[in-house]
């Protein structure tokens, strides 16, 4: 077991995202995040479309 570092996913957009990110066991988790708010996940459970996301500005990755 290793400490996983946090990122911060922020919503920049005017509606709900549903964000979806992997969990260690491989399977993926679908997390709800309203307009303009946040969720912290694990550094590793970010998957390339929510870089794909955060390349069209519609959320914004930062360390949590």
């Known amino acids: 077991f290793h400490m996983s570092v946090y990122k911060k996913i922020k919503n920049n957009t005017h509606q709900g995202l549903e964000i979806i990110t992997k969990a260690p066991t491989g399977q993926f988790d679908h ?16 998957t ?15 360390n949590a």
Do not use: C, N
């Open 31 to 46: 997390l709800w995040v309203p307009s303009k708010q946040s969720v912290v996940v694990p550094t590793d459970s970010i």
């Open 48 to 62: 390339d479309l929510m870089r794909v996301a955060e390349k069209r500005q519609m959320i914004k990755i930062s």
